[in-house]
T-cell receptor
Framework: GNSVTQMEGPVTLSEEAFLTINCTYT??????LFWYVQYPGEGLQLLLK?????DKGSNKGFEATYRKETTSFHLEKGSVQVSDSAVYFC??????????????FGQGTILTVHP | GAVVSQHPSRVICKSGTSVKIECRSL??????MFWYRQFPKQSLMLMAT?????????EQGVEKDKFLINHASLTLSTLTVTSAHPEDSSFYIC??????????????FGQGTRLTVV
């Protein structure tokens, strides 16, 4: 079956530091890959996504590249802000078909950014 | 992007009562909606897939008689937690996928419902 593994947190950084959150996956075929962010007490917001190998998803300064050869989708940001403090989830979904949108999530990584 | 509204955002109920949570797609039609459960400081676990006009598909280990799902229209799915117990306290999140199903259409999430059973 499908699975997603994220680096364990929590991750604590100072403002303007570089961020990497590792994500690797196991899936049949070619899944779509996502990063979601969850702020305290809220639901999930899509941060970025990639649907095929070598695609780079980007949003709000965050980037992740779909690496099929290493089955990875690591999240990076060059300079984090206090407002980036949240829980980040890596997820995958089968491409197309009736199962599309049925997400398998990683365990989540708590990020705390200090001023 | 598309908007999914979940209601209520928070609910407290007494043990033994039932609670209904609504998930609505506000500006698109959704043939498929998904219900997830999130335990404190843990990831989201898919509970069931809700299909408009047909029975929901439950994941292994999820009690279908306890978590009743109804998807009566293309814009509304409901999750009813029956005879709730304190162990059912959790954060429930729905997501909806736009219809007709197209490759690479994403699922949009509601804001979640915090259920506390006392």
């Amino acid at each position: 079956g499908n699975s997603v593994t994220q680096m364990e947190g929590p991750v604590t950084l100072s403002e303007e530091a570089f961020l990497t959150i590792n994500c690797t996956y196991t899936a049949t075929g070619y899944p779509s890959l996502f990063w979601y962010v969850q702020y305290p007490g809220e639901g999930l917001q899509l941060l970025l996504k990639a649907t095929k190998a070598d695609d780079k998803g980007s949003n709000k300064g965050f980037e992740a590249t779909y690496r099929k050869e290493t089955t990875s989708f690591h999240l990076e940001k060059g300079s984090v802000q206090v407002s980036d403090s949240a829980v980040y989830f890596c997820a995958l979904s089968p491409q197309g078909g009736t199962s599309y949108g049925k997400l398998t999530f990683g365990q989540g990584t708590i990020l705390t950014v200090h001023p | 992007g598309a908007v999914v509204s979940q209601h209520p955002s928070r609910v407290i109920c007494k043990s033994g009562t039932s609670v209904k949570i609504e998930c609505r797609s506000l500006d698109f039609q959704a043939t498929t909606m998904f219900w997830y459960r999130q335990f404190p400081k843990q990831s989201l676990m898919l509970m069931a897939t809700s299909n408009e006009g047909s029975k929901a598909t439950y994941e292994q280990g999820v009690e279908k008689d306890k978590f009743l799902i109804n998807h009566a229209s293309l814009t509304l799915s409901t999750l009813t937690v029956t005879s709730a117990h304190p162990e059912d306290s959790s954060f429930y999140i729905c997501s909806a996928r736009e219809a007709p199903d197209r490759a690479n259409t994403e699922a949009f999430f509601g804001q979640g419902t915090r259920l506390t059973v006392v």
